[in-house]
């Protein structure tokens, strides 16, 4: 390769890692060119770049983007995912991918901000719910103890207002 050409890849890699907010390492022996095309679509509809790259350019490309720890998860053949808003989302939807199409492509671990996830770390973020649910979730919860609040300084409210009820059926009978 060219050093020029060597260079610019450099630079993408630095940007796209820079600008990601997980990284995901996959291996990717084993997978046919076709089956390769129909992975990339399936992230780039959700949002999620993935390139095949050289480790060494990975390398340099994690010292200039100041991720050096990416270098604990790059080893041997690897792809990486790059997810630049949702999380989840970019774990969820590789995970899924794989289990669908029963891709022999495993998951090697993963850089969230500065810490590295292990390949079960990166699957149970991707069995997590989404953003909306979880924030509906912690309303509920939020809302629980003003419920139960109510129904306790309401209870002897109500027990009144049956004994007076009662009283008055009973007067006017």
């Given at each position: 390769m060219l050093k020029e050409k060597k260079v610019q890849i450099v630079s993408n890699l630095?940007?796209?890692?820079?600008?990601?907010?997980?990284?995901?390492?996959?291996?990717?022996?084993?997978?046919?060119a076709k089956q390769m095309a129909e992975l990339r679509n399936a992230l780039a509809k959700a949002g999620v770049e993935y390139h095949v790259v050289k480790n060494s350019l990975v390398y340099r490309a994690a010292d200039h983007a100041g991720k050096p720890q990416l270098r604990d998860i790059i080893e041997g053949p690897v792809a990486l995912a790059f997810g630049y808003d949702d999380i989840v989302n970019t774990a969820k939807v590789l995970n899924q991918y794989i289990k669908s199409a029963a891709l022999s492509l495993q998951i090697r671990g993963g850089l969230l901000g500065d810490r590295i996830l292990l390949p079960e770390e990166v699957v149970s973020l991707a069995n997590l719910p989404t953003r909306e649910v979880l924030i509906s979730q912690l309303i509920r919860q939020l809302q629980a103890p003003i419920g139960t609040l109510h129904n306790i300084l309401n209870l002897p409210l109500q027990g009144l207002l049956n004994v007076l009820q009662n009283r008055a059926q009973t007067i006017s009978a």
């Open positions: 630095a940007d796209n890692l820079s600008r990601s907010n997980i990284i995901i390492a996959t291996n990717y022996q084993g997978l046919l």
